[in-house]
């Protein structure tokens, strides 16, 4: 990998990048390694493509590189996570790291090109403001893209229960969703997350009660939200 990025002086402020030099370290590491064009790859047995600023790394990799332990890795990139610098795909050979606000840290193409064409004649920078203006709109096209979907493994349901201190059983909940292929209704679900926190309120309504609601009872809720969301 060749080329190079930009590194902000307000990095130093970060209280979570330069919490200790491991953190500081992987932080870097995740900025040099992130792809600045689309690459397609393989990820979890499905062919996706990587946007700007995502990785395809794992704890083993950066640790060796650091020499420190994988368990100070992942602690780091949870950190990284909670206070949404990175959103993380995680899957037991590797994960998939995309680095939030990436633009707030590396300048696009485009406005490299900008800052050259401003020393040019005004002709030229007219020609070049309009093909700036094409980029722009092909950017936004980009962005509107449905990003991939991943299926989750029952240990990411289960970590993200966990950081979300709740009740809800990883294991029903990916059985649940497996045998549906999935869907919800007609439609492919497009954020498991937002299934689980369903799931999990249904579960507080419930314990307010003092009564848990049994895998049957949270299929048969579920499948009444769909009669709803296809009528």
């Known amino acids: 990998m060749s080329g190079w990025v930009k590194l902000y002086r307000q990095s130093l402020d970060n209280p979570i990048i330069c919490k200790d030099s491991d953190h500081f370290a992987v932080w870097n590491y995740l900025l040099l390694k ?6 397609d790859v393989v990820f979890n047995g499905s062919k996706i493509t990587l946007q700007k600023g995502q990785l395809i790394t794992g704890r083993r990799v950066i640790a060796e590189k650091f ?15 909670i ?14 790291i995309s680095i ?10 485009q406005q490299i090109e900008q800052q050259v064409n401003n020393k040019r004649t005004t002709s030229e920078q007219q020609v070049n403001t309009n093909k700036n203006v094409k980029n722009v709109e092909n950017e936004k096209n980009v962005k509107k893209e449905v990003k991939v979907f991943v299926t989750p493994t029952s240990q990411e349901v289960k970590d993200y229960c966990k950081e979300r201190d709740n009740a809800v059983d990883s294991e029903k909940f990916v059985d649940f969703y497996s045998a549906k292929g999935w869907m919800i209704g007609k439609n492919k679900v497009k954020d498991w997350k937002a299934c689980v926190r369903t799931w999990e309120k249904n579960n507080q309504g419930t314990n307010k009660g003092n ?4 895998f049957a009872e949270m299929a ?3 499948m009444q939200r769909e009669e709803l969301y296809n009528e």
């Not at 992130?34 to 690459?39: D, S, V």
């Not at 020499?67 to 990139?77: A, C, D, G, T």
């Not at 990175?86 to 998939?96: K, S, V």
């Open 34 to 39: 992130a792809t600045h064009t689309e690459i």
């Open 211 to 214: 009564n848990v609601k049994t």
């Open 100 to 109: 939030l606000n990436w633009d707030k840290y590396q300048d696009s193409e």
């Open 67 to 81: 020499n420190i332990s994988e368990s100070k890795v992942q602690r780091v990139l949870k950190s990284l996570k």
């Open 220 to 222: 048969k809720e579920e």
């Open 83 to 96: 206070e949404q610098q990175i959103e993380q795909q995680t899957t037991p050979r590797n994960r998939l």
